[in-house]
């Protein structure tokens, strides 16, 4: 249940990359698609955001999950990471869909010789996917160790030996 709630989030991920991302201008001489800025970051840029708002939704999902679930599970943090990790791949899908045309031949074509447009909105880097499942189980953790219930220490083991609260046979002096 946990992983279903959380994947429904890539309907959140992929509209706000498709919005936050940096557009890459192409531009088309009328037989060839050239980079505007050959040097431009708006490509990195794509990247980066993506990183940025998965890590940010992973998290309070982390928060949300361990404030809801104080009592946790490995079953739970499962949930939560599969979750994760398929928000992260529909968010992209999404974002690509929603993004500019991802025919450049078709894109080129409608903007006609000499004309700019944006190239689609794609992941250079697919290593960027691992930042929603990865921050949402850092949260976890850290709010897991510093404010999980702890188990009680068991109790120190009884004397050992007559006579003893310090030892055993060797304490008598004989």
Known sequence: MCGLAVALLALVLGPLWAWLAPRTP????????Y???????????ADGSFLLISAGLGVLVGLVVFLV?????????????VGALLAALGGWGIG??????????????AAGAGATFDGPLKL??????????????LVHMVLTVAFGKR???????????PGAPGG?????GR
């Not at 192409?26 to 698609?33: K, N, R």
């Not at 250079?124 to 189980?137: H, R, S």
């Not at 055993?168 to 008598?172: L, M, P, S």
């Open 26 to 33: 192409l531009i088309t001489d009328g037989s060839a698609v």
């Open 96 to 109: 690509v869909a929603l993004g500019p045309e991802t025919d450049l031949v078709e894109a080129a074509r």
């Open 69 to 81: 679930r104080r009592r946790g599970g490995v079953g739970l943090v499962i949930g939560m990471t």
């Open 151 to 161: 188990e009680p220490l068991p109790p120190p083991p009884p004397p050992a030996g």
């Open 124 to 137: 250079q880097a697919k290593g960027v996917l691992l930042g929603f499942p990865f921050a949402a189980l």
């Open 35 to 45: 980079p505007k800025h050959p040097e431009g970051e708006e490509v990195v840029g």
């Open 168 to 172: 055993g046979w060797a304490d008598t």
